[in-house]
């Protein structure tokens, strides 16, 4: 590997670094997913530094060049990635229904609690009504008297 690639592929492990920093401490990626991103970085730099390392895989993988070990890697990564990520979601949909479906049961019970307590006031109003009329009535027949 030329000394201007190695140079390249130091600044980009250490971009990722940096990125990674960064997005932690504006808390757009949580610390539960940093160590996969670091663990990047770092594999990285260690390919960069240890090139040697690199031609040791290639050879047990039975890859001719490098590049096509890093490819195979690469692609293998990204499919972990993505199974990762789907268990996750998945993970998160049946929270998000389980969250959705308590909420229309505490949804119902809120109406048939407010019917409820409508139908108490309704009939406190009725029975004060009719608790007036009678004070009513009392007074017009004192008032007669």
Known sequence: MSWHQQVFALLMGGLIFLIIVELVRRRKLKEEYTWLWLVTGVIIFLLVIWYDFLGVVTKLIGAKIETSALFI????????????FSVK????????????????????????????????ERKCRIKKRS???VDNELK?????R
Do not use: C, H, P, T
Request: hydrophobic fraction near 50%; proline fraction near 0%.
């Open 89 to 120: 979601m998945s993970a998160v949909v049946d929270q998000v229904k389980n969250l959705i479906q308590e909420m229309a049961i505490l949804k119902e019970e809120i109406e048939k609690k407010s019917y409820i307590l409508e139908e108490r």
């Open 73 to 84: 890697f690469g692609l293998l990564f990204l499919i972990l990635i993505n199974i990762w």
């Open 131 to 133: 608790a007036d009329s």
């Open 140 to 144: 017009k027949y004192k008032e007669e």
